[in-house]
């Protein structure tokens, strides 16, 4: 298989994320680099979790240099919308600017995590989780995808159990909610 890529810088600690309240009412705007330090502060995420039509998901693995994360295997791709942009705009940027491909994204649930990493900050996020579907190849931007491959959800389920395994803790509760509550909607006949 081709690993087609491409390498561009669409993201930056100065960009302005938005600040959230526990019931999702916006509180102001900070920059990335300050809403990750310490404890974090909590503003507004995304996850997508996109499938193919044989019902398996694309992984993506962090690119190394990024400050929390860097290296471990996530879900398809994630971000936070910007000041003044909206979810659903946001969601198609980034799918676009990570993976090079656009497709529709359904919103699924919403839910709060904080998780720390080590003493180099923390993700506290009102994070969106959506699913959407892909046939084909990614192009992956390597400024935030060193890796990509697509899993069938048994397998996953198996790798996720395995503590020498390297996976995001938004994926773990993402992926543990998924199973549980929603598992119809990526469940394809092959």
């Known amino acids: 298989m081709t690993d087609p890529t491409r390498a561009e810088i669409v993201s930056d600690d100065s960009e302005l994320l938005i ?3 526990d019931e999702d009412r916006e509180l ?5 680099a300050a809403c990750h330090d310490d404890s974090g502060i909590l503003h507004r995420a995304f996850s997508l979790f996109i499938f193919n039509n044989q019902g398996e998901l694309l992984l993506q693995q962090r ?6 994360w860097g290296g471990y295997w996530s879900n398809s791709c994630c971000s936070h ?3 003044n942009e909206t979810m659903a705009a946001a969601v198609t940027r ?8 656009s497709t529709e994204l359904n919103f699924v649930y919403k839910f709060k995590y904080q998780a720390a990493f080590a003493n180099l900050g923390s993700e506290h996020e009102l994070c969106s989780v959506y699913i959407g579907q892909f046939n084909g190849e990614p192009q992956v931007n390597r400024t935030e995808v060193s890796a990509w491959r697509w899993i069938k959800p048994e397998h996953l389920n198996r790798e996720l159990e395995d503590p020498t395994k390297l996976f995001t803790p938004w994926l773990k509760l993402e992926w543990q909610r998924l199973n549980e509550d929603y598992s119809e909607l990526f469940i394809t006949a092959e």
């Open 94 to 101: 980034r799918c676009q600017q990570e993976l090079g491909f």
């Open 19 to 21: 600040l959230v309240d």
């Open 63 to 68: 690119a190394p240099d990024k400050r929390l």
């Open 28 to 32: 102001g705007h900070l920059d990335k």
């Open 81 to 83: 919308p910007r000041k």
